[in-house]
């Protein structure tokens, strides 16, 4: 048999110091490691940034990936492929990648021909939707699967059906330290002569810092002379959202403890060599984590390998960790339980030292040395197993590199049109029009793109200000007598004397709806649950079937969380046959459609019947919704193979001519959520096809060959005139623009990450 050449390069991607995490420390680590075992390899990181500036990386970093940005995870991809890689070892932790959990890692390893070797950092027991779709993905282009513990390998083949054959165990790394007393090290940090109690690692909630400082009292009580260390920075994420709130809270429960004299709290990273004199000088490590749902902890291998004493909750990595007496797992969140065995092992030395040679003498099959080695093994593996498979290569590739072409998000014109009371409805070019005012229709649309965003995770807190503005005008806007939504304000915050718009009704229903099913703000859900209801139970009588069709839309987004409810339920299968009857009332060969004319918002009356048919498993309304839509994609395509819009100025009756303008960026919107939909329930190459034409028309793929859209303001003109572009920047057309971005960004995101179109989210 031919032998395998030897690896000479391997890229490290995943989170690296001086970036104040874990995975970082893991990262660095690792690469660090195997390159001093094996100093012909070369070796370099492509860390995660979650920080628009980066970080201040050593020479071995040599490309950087903004965490937030797709195109950015395949120029990574790129840059892989032409550096001559070997082996590519992925760090996979959830949170520290873009995208829906963690997806856009996906998108690079789908287009890297190298052997890829993972190690999951966390392999959940009940994982969500999107996390057991991106993990068994991420196990499909693994060449090798790396974990910690055997739990993590049962979850693996259990949950996930990951090949058993495929899986390496290899245990969390630790720096060597010598079997020393603790006395040696105290005299550096002023507790000599003390007895010190340990826990390390970044600061925030889960970690179960306050029950050691309410088990300190009875601790104290019987070994006055106890020192409780606390090191380490608070979470940089914690500290971004809360400042040092939390940190101050454990300070003072210390000092409501009355145990304020035996807490140290050091509040900064330490570098390895500092760390081992704490290490070194803790008598017992206490790791009082709030759950079990813990496959590896870098904390506790380093203090066990190190030869310590641990108590421990019984998190899964505790557990197997600690068996055979190499530590003591007490319950969790049980205070008493923690001041039992600490004040146990204090007083037994015997014990106490038993169980630190036992950890010990584990501990040296996880020293880096020892670790890097285990890798490398994998790595050659993976060279060996790669070389033996033919990679079967993404079919939709034109797709991917056209869509990577979309347009960043800009926000810039959202604001700019945005004050304290809601989005204004009208500009003069890009400037806010105070004098008409706001109206419900726009604030919900703007509502539902925020939603949209933070899908896309864009959380800014400016976008999440303007979120709560646009929900607050919804509120304000329902009149819970009449259970509909005024539509029109004025300047000074006085509604308008109008009579009630059925469209606006339906389009606040669709917000409130996308609020509930979509949304992760626990107050847009609340709210949005609480007035949702209400309004819906009108819906029924509209005469509107665009206001149907809204409204239809709106209750399939309430019930991706609720799919029990069935007074919603019912509404949805009331209003589908609603749509239903006026199509076969009106439609026939050459005219399959809802009405005598085609109007406005033409597509979303299609879009409903698809979603209906789909999640109600009635064939005949998802083949009505599907060729209507189809009928009004060929009528609304030019001889030029671009999208043109029914216009405004006459729309298009039945045996009559179609206006040609004014044409609406709301058509180009409507029709890019619909085609969108299509292609997710059909996995057909048109659909796409055609939502991008629609998307186009935005960028100057049109009758006049003009942008619609506003690459300066982030603004979208209010439409196409016969001559000309009209250069109002309105709200509708704004966010007509921005919704359609963020449909066709999302659909970017999961065809980079997924093989088969079809694994599409059910939307």
Same mark, same amino acid.
């Given at each position: ?24 420390? $893991? ?56 550096s ?25 390893l789908?287009? #890297?021909?190298?052997?890829? =070797?993972t ?14 779709r ?20 049962g ?8 090949p ?8 969390? %790394? ?6 020393m ?19 390390? %690692? ?82 017992i490590? @206490?790791t ?48 008493d ?23 010990y ?9 020892? =670790? ?22 993404f079919?939709?590739?034109?797709l ?28 003069? #070019? ?82 409130? %709806? ?9 107050? $847009? ?10 309004? @819906? ?19 399939h987004?309430?019930l ?5 409810d ?5 509404v949805?299968?009331a ?28 597509a979303? @009356?299609s ?35 671009? $999208? ?6 006459g ?43 629609? $998307? ?8 006049? %060959? ?18 000309r ?6 709200a ?5 623009f ?26």
């Amino acid at each position: 048999m031919e032998s395998q050449p030897e690896i000479r390069n391997i890229a490290f991607v995943g989170d690296y110091l001086p970036r104040l995490c874990g995975i970082a420390t $893991f990262t660095t680590d690792l690469c660090t490691s195997v390159a001093a075992q094996f100093p012909k390899v070369q070796c370099f990181a492509v860390p995660v940034n979650d920080l628009a500036g980066g970080y201040d990386y050593p020479p071995e970093v040599r490309f950087e990936i903004e965490e937030q940005n797709l195109a950015s995870y395949h120029r990574a991809a790129d840059f892989l492929g032409i550096s001559n890689v070997d082996v590519v070892c992925v760090q996979h932790e959830f949170g520290i990648y873009g995208g829906t959990a963690g997806r856009h890692l996906l998108a690079l390893l789908r287009e #890297v021909d190298i052997p890829i =070797v993972t190690t999951l950092h966390t392999v959940l027991k009940d994982p969500n939707a999107d996390q057991k779709r991106v993990m068994q993905e991420l196990i499909h282009l693994s060449t090798r699967l790396v974990v910690m513990s055997q739990k993590g390998a049962g979850f693996l083949e259990d949950v996930y059906k990951a090949p058993a054959a495929k899986i390496d165990m290899i245990p969390h %790394g630790i720096p060597e330290t010598s079997f020393m007393d603790s006395s040696s090290y105290k005299d550096l940090f002023g507790v000599a002569g003390k007895q010190v109690l340990l826990t390390f %690692g970044l600061l925030s909630p889960n970690k179960g810092i306050e029950n050691v400082l309410n088990a300190l009292p009875k601790i104290v009580a019987k070994h006055p002379d106890v020192i409780y260390i606390v090191l380490g920075a608070t979470h940089p994420n914690l500290v971004r959202e809360q400042g040092e709130s939390y940190r101050l809270k454990l300070e003072l429960l210390a000092e409501k403890n009355g145990v304020q004299k035996n807490v140290i709290f050091y509040n900064r990273f330490v570098d390895l060599p500092e760390l081992k004199e704490f290490i070194g000088a803790a008598d017992i490590y @206490l790791t009082p984590y709030l759950n079990e749902a813990q496959i590896t902890s870098g904390t506790l291998a380093y203090c066990f390998g190190a030869g310590k004493a641990v108590v421990s909750t019984p998190y899964w990595y505790a557990q197997e960790l600690l068996a055979d007496d190499r530590g003591i797992l007490v319950p969790f969140n049980d205070p008493d339980a923690i001041a039992q065995a600490v004040t146990g092992l204090l007083t037994d030395d015997a014990r106490r030292n038993a169980m630190r040679k036992n950890a010990y003498k584990l501990g040296r099959d996880m020293v880096w040395g020892n =670790v890097a080695c285990s890798y490398m093994q994998a790595f050659q593996n993976a060279r060996k197993q790669r070389a033996g498979l033919t990679r079967k290569l993404f079919t939709v590739k034109t797709l991917d590199k056209k869509l990577t072409e979309l347009p960043d998000i800009k926000l810039d014109h959202l604001y700019r049109m945005t004050d304290s009371s809601g989005i204004f409805q009208h500009a003069i #070019v890009a400037v806010p029009n105070f004098s008409t005012g706001y109206c419900t229709d726009d604030n919900a649309r703007a509502l539902i793109l925020t939603v949209l965003l933070e899908e896309l995770e864009e959380n800014s807190p400016h976008l999440i200000n303007a979120a709560t503005t646009y929900a607050a005008f919804l509120q304000y806007a329902f009149d819970p007598k009449l259970n509909r939504f005024r539509n029109f304000m004025e300047f000074n915050r006085s509604w308008k004397e109008e009579a009630i718009s059925e469209d606006c009704c339906g389009r606040a229903l669709l917000a409130l %709806g996308t609020c509930v099913g979509r949304s992760k703000n626990p107050g $847009f859900q609340a709210l949005g649950g609480q007035i949702f209801s209400h309004a @819906l139970s009108p819906a029924t009588g509209f005469s509107s079937p665009r206001a149907w069709a809204l409204a239809l839309i709106g209750t399939h987004e309430y019930l991706r969380r609720f799919n029990g409810d069935r007074q919603v339920s019912q509404v949805r299968a009331a209003l589908t046959d609603l749509l239903m009857g006026l199509y076969q009332r009106t439609a026939s060969p050459e005219w399959p459609w809802f009405e005598d004319a085609v109007t406005y918002m033409n597509a979303q @009356l299609s879009h409903a019947l698809i979603l209906s048919g789909r999640w109600t498993a009635r064939p005949d309304v998802l083949e009505t919704g599907l060729k209507t839509l189809r009928w009004l994609a060929k009528i609304q395509t030019a001889d030029g193979g671009y $999208f043109r819009p029914i216009g405004s100025n006459g729309f298009y009756k039945r045996g009559g001519e179609r206006a040609l303008f004014d044409q609406q960026p709301i058509e180009a919107q409507a029709m890019v959520s619909a085609c969108l939909e299509a292609y997710r329930c059909t996995s057909d190459d048109y659909w796409f096809s055609q939502a991008r034409r629609a $998307f186009d028309w935005f960028l100057g793929r049109n009758d006049l %060959g003009l942008f619609v859209y506003d690459a300066n303001t982030g603004g979208c003109r209010d439409g196409l005139h016969v001559d000309r572009v009209n250069q109002n920047q309105g709200a509708e057309s704004t966010l007509a623009f921005l919704v359609s971005l963020a449909e066709m960004q999302q659909v970017n995101s999961e065809l980079a990450a997924f093989e088969n179109p079809s694994a599409l989210p059910l939307a």
